[in-house]
């Protein structure tokens, strides 16, 4: 018997004509890695999208952690229950410092949705910056604690808004096409870094277009195409899935 | 060592920063003087307007939320501050706090409503709630405002306070502070005082992590509110203490000068705010005060200087010399010092984005440069 984090029923969506998503059903398992993979335009971002109050389905319920339904709920209520998104596009603090950029979702994780205290002094959070800087060290950025996020590579934009989602310990992370766009030895540090997360027991969502990155983190993987899960799985299921080598593989080589 | 001594100024404590501001604040008298701008008329317009740029600054600079109709705050406590004086007492405590309270309350409402919106519909929105504001004054309002006369005192106003304790003397009573009166130099020091006070609460702002918090909301919104913040609370908080800090200078105008008008909130008091942050540096400490600074000294300064001062002043010049540059100079001083003011903001945006605050930075930056490479010569040398 295994706890269900998230569990997702029945949820369409559709952009004026195209349907999106159509009668998505998914639970995502405590402690798993749930990859989801399918060619551009899927349905993926936006399924994640529903589930962190950036888009309202149409209809369908997204249940977390057993009870609440998120549906309807904004961004930082959902945040503040325990689930942290890395976007497609790195989203970061450009303008701070790496540092500012890790600590701001620890105090909204420890102080809650708004924390009205105007003189806390900043130099006397030590156990936050602390924290921050040990965040910064598990994804090899301890050296630019000072730097100016908008001033970094993309690769490191995206392994700092991880940084920033790791250190609220979330119940739920998902990442959102963590290595698209990286040269190939900045892909490799990033897998590198999620196999090493993946022993912390946090459960995640990854959506993934390099295979080699699936394979080797996911416990459940889900295929979607055109809006709609077509198979669901262990990897070696997947692999030997021929609907989804027809499908979305085009029937190369696993 | 050099090098400590840097790192000492750039992470200098709450305590040495606010002891060497109020040191530079009280001593304004003495080191203003040379450039002709120590009288207590304008020392008080420095302060006064500073804590109305320090308050903005809090909004503007760190949310990055461009509010176009801060004036009516400054309004809005004048006219508190002044009916204080005619129903209460001509004590300045009792006014400057009603006067905070009430125009905290009344940012509270429009920050509430104009908060729905970010970016030039925030603007906008702030823009038509001065314009009413100022329109009323001189309509629907008039029984608190007094329409154009603007509110004043008068001889038989009830003051109950001071009434009670004493029978009300012959004349126009003057605003005091527990019996020190609130002309000339020591009115100039209580605002400074108070200017002081407002400073360090900006300080305390800008270093915990509410202000970094606000920070964050100015570079990402989007990321703020997808780990968790409530964006919108700390938006309203930031408008309602900037509202305050406006509403207290407008106090002080009227602690110094017992008299309030709409012109106070006319849109263009609304613009100079943004300009003297912009010029100074926006989200800077010190910007702001330096923009307030440079803006009221050519205001008041610049704006005396006529043709006769100009031509004693070029007269080491050959006669013709002097004539070209009077006739050279002449459009950017006196009235014209609007010309030097638009010249010189127009300059800042394009080369000093960050405003001269900026500029300092940069200078400093060249200045370690240098200092690192001589360091270097020398251990070489040795
Ligand atoms: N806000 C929106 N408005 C209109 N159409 C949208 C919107 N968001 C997504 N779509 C459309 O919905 C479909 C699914 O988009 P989605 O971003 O979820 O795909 P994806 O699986 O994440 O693809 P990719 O691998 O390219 O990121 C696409 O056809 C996209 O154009
Ligand atoms: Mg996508």
Known sequence: MTDTVLRISNVNKAFGGLQALSDINLNIEKGKVHAIIGPNGAGKSTLLNVCVGLLTPDS???????????????????????????????EIFPDLSLLDNVMIPAFAKRDGAFHFKLFQSLSGETKITQEATEILASVGMDDKLNVIAGSLSRGDKRRLELAMCLIQRPHLLLLDEPTAGMARHDTNKTIELLKKIKEDGMTKIIIEHDMHVVFSVADTISVLAQGAIIASGTPDEIRGNPVVQEAYLGGAEL | MMKQLMNLLKKQSDLTTILMFAAGVLTMPIWLDPIG?????????????????????????????????????????????????????????????????????????????????SGIYFSILTLAFAQMFYNLAYSVLIPITNGETGLQLRMHDPRIIDNYFSDPLPGLPSTDFFGMSMNGYSGFYFCAVVLILAFYIAMKIFRSPFGMKLKAIKSNQHRMRYTGSDTRPYLITAFIISGMFAGLAGALLAVTDPLAGAERMQWTASGEVILMTILGGVGTLYGPLLGVGIIKYLENIFSTINESVLQQFFSFLPQWGENIMVSVVSPFVGEGWHLTLGVLFMIIIIFLPGGLMEGFSRIQKRYRKAKIKDNQSDSTKE
């Open chain 2, 37 to 117: 701008a120590n009288y207590p008329d304008l020392l008080q317009k420095f302060v006064i307007f500073g804590i109305f740029a320090v308050g903005y600054n809090i909004l503007f600079g760190l949310t990055g939320y461009l509010s176009f109709g801060h004036a009516v705050f400054l309004g809005v406590g004048s006219y508190a501050a002044v009916w204080s004086f005619k129903l209460l007492t001509m004590n300045v405590l009792p006014a400057i706090l009603f006067a905070t309270l009430i125009s905290g309350l009344i940012a509270a409402a429009i920050g509430f409503v104009s908060m729905r919106r």
């Open chain 1, 60 to 90: 369908g319920t997204v249940t977390f952690n057993g009870g609440t339904n998120v549906i309807g709920k904004s961004p930082h209520e959902i945040n503040q229950m325990g689930l942290a998104r890395v976007f497609q596009t790195p």
